[in-house]
């Protein structure tokens, strides 16, 4: 069973800074990518920033600059600092991740953390 549970959510005021954190548990034999995608109310979920094992590293064009993701493939965790937040950055952030189990690789994702920018 494999589990990847988030944290760091929270509420803070434009210009504000959060950090989420994400660590991966269970039977796991290899973590391959890991990212970060967020849905706002009536929007579809959208990718925010991907980094591979080897640390190739993608973000959301709205992002860039301001969010920097990062990994520890030692510990099978993966965090996302975001600084200089707007108010449409209000969105439930999700973890994902590739991970190989007993031969199988599958596409995990966390539970949501919820991150609302607002004065």
């Known amino acids: 069973q494999v589990q990847l549970v988030e944290s760091g959510g929270g509420l803070v005021q434009p210009g504000g800074s959060l950090k989420l954190s994400c660590a991966a548990s269970?039977?796991?034999?290899?973590?391959?990518?890991m990212g970060w995608s967020r849905q706002a109310p009536g929007k579809q979920r959208e990718l925010v920033a991907q980094?591979?094992?080897?640390?190739?590293?993608n973000y959301l064009d709205s992002v860039k600059g301001r969010f920097t993701i990062s990994r520890d493939n030692a510990k099978n965790t993966v965090d996302l600092q975001m600084n200089s937040l707007k108010p449409e950055d209000t969105a439930v952030y999700y973890c994902?991740?590739?991970?190989?189990?007993?031969?199988?690789?599958?596409?995990?994702w966390g539970q949501g953390t919820q991150v609302t920018v607002s004065s």
């Open positions: 980094i591979t094992r080897g640390g190739t590293i």
């Open positions: 269970g039977s796991i034999s290899r973590v391959n990518d």
């Open positions: 994902n991740a590739d991970i190989r189990t007993l031969g199988i690789s599958q596409n995990y």
